[in-house]
């Protein structure tokens, strides 16, 4: 089996692609990443190859046909929601996924593609994948935009994870746009208040990383298994919400310590103040239900 991740020295991507090498030991794993947000760091006993590049470079993209994937895990992104270079977020995110499509094409391959929560801005929660998308920044214009591309592809051997607010180990190098615990612990690590927009109750869906890589994992199998009758959208979440304060109070248990958030106002006109996965269609179409509650995950991601 022939396998290539891209965005694969970032966050997720390092963690998944290190768990393909861990399951499926005689897979070949290809990475290609810019190494733009990503590091070799995250990637430390990884066998496969590793490609420096951007997704939005056809030619380097091109050079790759023939290689023979059988399934392609396309990560790739900007990731920074705050990015408001719409154009740079548009080429890499979207034309990079148009690329890779190409690839898929023509080497007949599956592809699993990261989506977003995104997509879902404002919207009632718990969000379903059927409900209207209502993207709030750049970042999620891009992640609808490459829903409706793999939509109207009809390409039956593809399924797009809308990854809801994911924590766990390697989002460090992240920096400011690692997940919300991860800017908490730090601070609060080194005896400093955790501060958060007033008055911390803006909710989130926190999946600790290994959940994702399961699901992501669970993709590729569906498309194994019934590859015809897959063209979709599928949220990869918890199902359950946790606001900011009570992401304070894990943390104070967790760490032995006992401090009191500081709040201070939501500099961002555009902000999604509660996302909450509907998990039905996961667990229908992938077999897929997180196993870490949030006082799981967080316990096992901050004590390790
Ligand atoms: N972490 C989350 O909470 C979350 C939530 C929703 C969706 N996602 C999506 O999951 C995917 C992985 O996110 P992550 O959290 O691991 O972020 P990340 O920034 O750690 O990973 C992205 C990787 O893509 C690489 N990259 C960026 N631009 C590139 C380009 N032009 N060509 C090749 N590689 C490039 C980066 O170097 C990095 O290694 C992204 O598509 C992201 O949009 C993440």
């Not at 490609?51 to 920074?80: M, N, P, Q, R, W």
């Not at 992401?247 to 500081?262: A, F, Q, R, Y």
């Amino acid at each position: 089996m022939k396998i290539l991740v891209t965005g694969g020295a970032g966050f997720i991507g390092s963690n998944l692609a290190l768990e393909l090498e861990r399951r499926f030991a005689s897979a070949a794993i290809t990475i290609l990443d810019d190494f733009l947000q990503g590091s070799t760091g995250n990637l430390e006993g990884f066998r496969g190859e590793i490609i420096k590049g951007g997704v939005e470079d056809e030619k380097l993209v091109e050079s790759l046909k023939g290689k023979g994937f059988d399934f392609i895990y396309h990560l790739a992104a900007i990731t920074d929601t705050t990015v408001s270079d719409e154009k740079r977020m548009m080429t890499v995110n979207v034309d990079g996924f148009k690329n890779i499509l190409g690839i898929a094409g023509h080497e007949k391959a599956s592809v699993i593609y990261a989506s977003s929560a995104g997509v879902y801005g404002n919207g009632p929660a718990p969000m379903k994948e059927t409900q209207k998308v209502s993207p709030l920044n750049a970042y999620s214009v891009s992640k609808v935009r490459m829903d409706e591309i793999a939509l109207s592809l009809n390409q039956p051997r593809m399924i797009g994870l809308r990854y809801f607010n994911v924590y766990g180990p390697g989002e460090s190098r992240k920096g400011k746009s690692a997940s919300m615990i991860w800017q908490l612990a730090c601070r609060m690590k080194t005896g400093s208040p955790p501060r958060i927009f007033k008055y911390g109750e803006q909710r989130r869906d926190l999946i600790h990383v290994s959940d994702v890589v399961q699901a992501t994992i669970r993709a590729m199998e569906a498309l194994d298994k019934d590859g015809p009758e897959r063209n979709v959208s599928v949220n990869v979440g918890t199902g359950v919400a946790t606001d900011f304060n009570r992401v304070i109070e894990i943390l104070n248990s967790i760490l032995g310590t006992d401090l009191k958030p500081e709040y201070f106002d939501n500099p961002y006109d555009f902000y999604q103040n509660h996302t909450q996965a509907d998990t039905a269609l996961a667990a229908k179409t992938l077999g897929f239900k997180a196993r870490y509650s949030i006082e799981e995950g967080m316990r096992n991601y901050l004590t390790l």
